[in-house]
């Protein structure tokens, strides 16, 4: 598919009536895998059947950089931070439109551009206190103010943090504390590995990378995957009653 800069004219063709989804990835705090998120999202949104493009507005360019070392994704990508652009993502002919937004306090403007437009937000999160209170901030001040849906990503789950009922301990622990505080989340999480980033190195999305534990990461990847769409389809069998 096609990488190129995001440059929206007048005779932009999304069809009149059709239902876009644009959908921010957001955290504000490097390392906790937005850019990983977006990527292999778009790949199994993408492999579902929807149009997708992955926006990257996030200065580290991580995304694309991903993108233009690949040798072909099954979604488009478009690297720009002009606000102007931004506001207009609406007016581009696809279903999903994911935005890896900055990871840093010093790009709210970009941030604040992006959560304007958005549907939907998604907040990947490692189960450590120094992600959490970055997360927290994040919501209370940019999504939940806004009312823009979201749900919080448990990510980077340690394999073997098994407990005494084989749930694992950084996802539950996190997702308990969430609960406490009243946040939404997905109930499925995505682990941790090595094979996320010999995916990265390689331009590929985890979709198309084999080993055993590539095959643990597809099967979180879809769980996620299943956990969004059907969150979509009650909002959407909401709005019309």
């Known amino acids: 598919m096609r990488s190129y800069e995001l440059r929206i004219t007048n005779s932009a063709h999304n069809l009149k009536g059709h239902h876009m989804r644009i959908v921010a990835v957001a955290q504000q705090k490097g390392g906790d895998g937005k850019s990983t998120v977006t990527i292999n999202l778009a790949a199994s949104l993408a492999a579902s059947g929807s149009r997708v493009l992955v ?26 931070t002009e606000v102007g652009n931004l506001a207009r993502l609406r007016e581009l002919p696809y279903d999903v439109i ?28 490692k189960a450590t206190a120094l992600s959490i209170k970055p997360l927290t901030r994040t919501l209370n001040e940019h999504v939940i103010a806004r009312g823009v849906p979201y749900r919080v990503l448990a990510n980077r789950v340690k394999p073997r943090s098994i407990d005494a009922t084989g749930g694992f301990k950084d996802a539950r622990g996190l997702y308990d504390l ?32 084999g080993g055993r534990d590539a095959t643990k990461a597809q099967a979180d990847l879809a769980a996620v995957t299943t956990e969004l769409l059907t969150v979509w389809a009650h909002e959407t069998t909401e709005a019309v009653h």
Do not use: K, M, N
């Open 98 to 125: 994911l935005v890896d937004t900055p990871g840093s306090l010093h790009d709210l403007p970009v941030l604040d551009a992006v959560l304007d437009v958005a549907d939907f937000v998604i907040l990947p999160c």
């Open 55 to 80: 926006v990257d507005v996030d200065p580290q360019q991580s995304s694309a950089w991903w993108f233009d070392h690949g040798p072909e994704f099954e979604f488009d990508l478009a690297a720009d």
């Open 178 to 209: 969430l609960d406490g505080a009243g946040y939404l989340h997905f109930r499925s999480f995505l682990r941790e590995y090595q094979v996320y980033e010999d995916a990265t190195g390689e331009g590929v999305s985890i979709l198309h990378y």
